[in-house]
């Protein structure tokens, strides 16, 4: 019984953004549809960082598999030249148990969280959406753009970077320039981003809100909050909007509303959905032009599950790849 | 970065039974003190089976280090030659997340299991134990006698098993006279193993009690239950014994004390204690010759990591094992 054995670099190669946004789509509807198990995540934590265990089973959209990613978060490794977040992702059959793949899930982390803004994008935003605002500009904004790319014809992005990081944000604009021809400007002003496009990604780590306010008819992917006490979007413009969540309980306890639910200034009741409830077709999902739409990511273990299989499937004959007899 | 991938025989080589012994007496001790995390198992179930997950962080007996272990369990597996119980365990640096080892834990889940009640019959059975009974004589009864066999001075087994399986019973009986000289006997009643033996190990998968009858000053190590509704023990006699558990939340959920637990024959007052707390030295072990003391492991994932971090600590400058960078 052998396992396959992938580096980030093999998964990075087999597993495109057009395939992650495929996986999500399928992960969100069977997610929708009851064709998910997926326990909460569980935490360890130690003295400068943390471990999250993510297990989840997909049985329904063509997807049939189990798995759990095991993923590390440790701020300060940037200084030693480590990465912040590693990731590893075990899949395995559900029909027998046997481990199917054993798979780096660093890039797969960072692409399935864009997929998420994508497929969010394609079911919220106003159908023409050609512009888009980034507030924050590092990694997580660049899979953003990349996915959403799959699913919406974009020309434009507006940028911000909190000043400590302005060089990223002229790099994120010369690298959308090149790699997709998009018109791409930076910009001081917060509020100049964040107005006048179809659509507001948000990717910092920020614990003060710093979006607040939009044009009518805007759809915000609020992904930069993970973890309680993180808020990027105004609690005032928060009330204002549809608010859609992958997921309600990591979204209350972690997400973009943990704090403006925290505080009681939104209740469960003004959350209009999880995504999968409107990729699944059962709510509906903008309902008019003028809609303000919020999609509150916090990541679900589906998600990496999906991928996992996906870049399983696509493994196929090669031979090229390292596996492993776990039970020799 | 370069990560450890080790198959089961590779495990199998570096984990003795000492070392395991010694790996699970420091685990429960850390459990004791409060120098262990460990969140609640979670399940994700499957039409024939189940996968489950459990992380684990220890930071105390000169153990450092945390992890996940992936467990999968197919009963039918058995009728298609392959493993009934699959498992992978992933062991992180808690300094910085680097993933240390992938490993094959087949061979340790077994090996942690028979640690657990070698600790169990170290501090609770009468000191001069020289004669243990065996209710089940399968894979888990060899794991236990084995690791038994580095905390005490055992001369003589009785074995009882299942009609089913009366052809292991005898090869048990043979293996435990070639590898420790004991003198090994079987017997056609349950009643005749389970009275006059210093130590009774019951391992079977059992839902209705077998065990009704023990001398005084019997320890107990009830190994086979582990899920909702199975019971080894008969509740008349559970009420008579000391009762230890490894951990109370997985005991009352699944272990030997489950049903009688859900029926409110005993309650969770009538629990003496954590092992981890016998062996940190914070409840008293055994109080006199004739107490009856029960032993009820669930299996815990901190025995999994303390196992999982020896092995990764053996290997040291190993040069013969396969490794891989995961981030490459």
Same mark, same amino acid.
């Given at each position: 019984?052998?396992?396959? =054995? ?34 909460? $995540?569980?935490?360890?934590?130690? @003295? ?20 759990? $990613? ?17 990731? =590893?992702?075990?899949?395995?059959? @559900?029909?027998?148990?046997? @481990? ?17 803004? *994508? ?6 935003? &106003? ?32 940028? !911000?970077?909190?000043?400590? #990081? ?8 010369? !690298? ?5 021809? %998009? ?46 006490? +993180? ?7 928060? +009330? $204002? ?6 997921? !309600? ?17 939104? %209740?469960?009741?003004? &959350? ?9 077709? +059962? +709510?509906? #999902?903008?309902?008019? $032009? ?15 599950? *999906? ?22």
């Amino acid at each position: 019984m052998q396992t396959g =054995i992938l580096t980030r670099s093999e998964v990075a190669r087999i597993l495109t953004p057009a395939m992650a946004v495929k996986a999500v789509e399928l992960a969100f509807t069977a997610h929708g549809m009851g064709q998910a198990e997926m326990p909460p $995540k569980s935490y360890l934590t130690f @003295p400068r960082g943390d471990m999250r265990s993510m297990p989840a089973s997909l049985f329904g959209q063509g997807l049939q598999g189990a798995g759990i $990613k095991c993923v590390t978060v440790h701020p300060e490794n940037r200084s030693v030249g480590l990465p912040t977040v590693m990731a =590893i992702v075990i899949l395995i059959n @559900p029909e027998n148990g046997t @481990p199917l793949v054993v798979m780096d899930a660093t890039h797969l982390t960072a692409l399935r969280t864009g997929a998420a803004g *994508a497929l969010a994008a394609k079911l919220l935003a &106003v159908p023409a959406a050609r512009t888009a605002g980034f507030v924050g500009s590092g990694a997580q904004a660049r899979a953003q753009l990349t996915c959403t790319m799959e699913v919406l014809r974009l020309e434009a992005v507006k940028i !911000w970077q909190h000043a400590r #990081g302005s060089k990223s944000a002229e790099d994120f604009a010369h !690298w959308a320039e090149e790699a997709f021809g %998009l018109a791409a400007s930076v910009h001081r002003e917060v509020d100049e981003v964040t107005t006048g496009v179809d659509i507001l990604v948000t990717t910092t780590p920020s614990r003060e809100p710093i979006v607040r306010t939009v044009s009518p008819g805007t759809h915000i992917n609020a992904i930069g909050a993970d973890a309680k006490g +993180k808020q990027e979007i105004g609690t005032d413009l928060v +009330k $204002k909007c549809t608010i859609i969540v992958d997921d !309600w309980a990591q979204a209350s306890h972690s997400g973009e509303i943990n704090v403006p639910i925290s505080e009681g200034a939104i %209740l469960k009741e003004d &959350v209009h959905g999880q995504l999968g409830e409107i990729a699944a077709g +059962k +709510k509906p #999902g903008r309902t008019g $032009k003028g809609e303000i739409t919020l999609f509150d990511s916090t990541g679900l273990a589906i998600q990496d599950v *999906a991928c996992a299989l996906l870049v399983h499937k696509a493994l196929g004959e090669m031979t090229t790849t390292q596996t492993l007899d776990f039970l020799a």
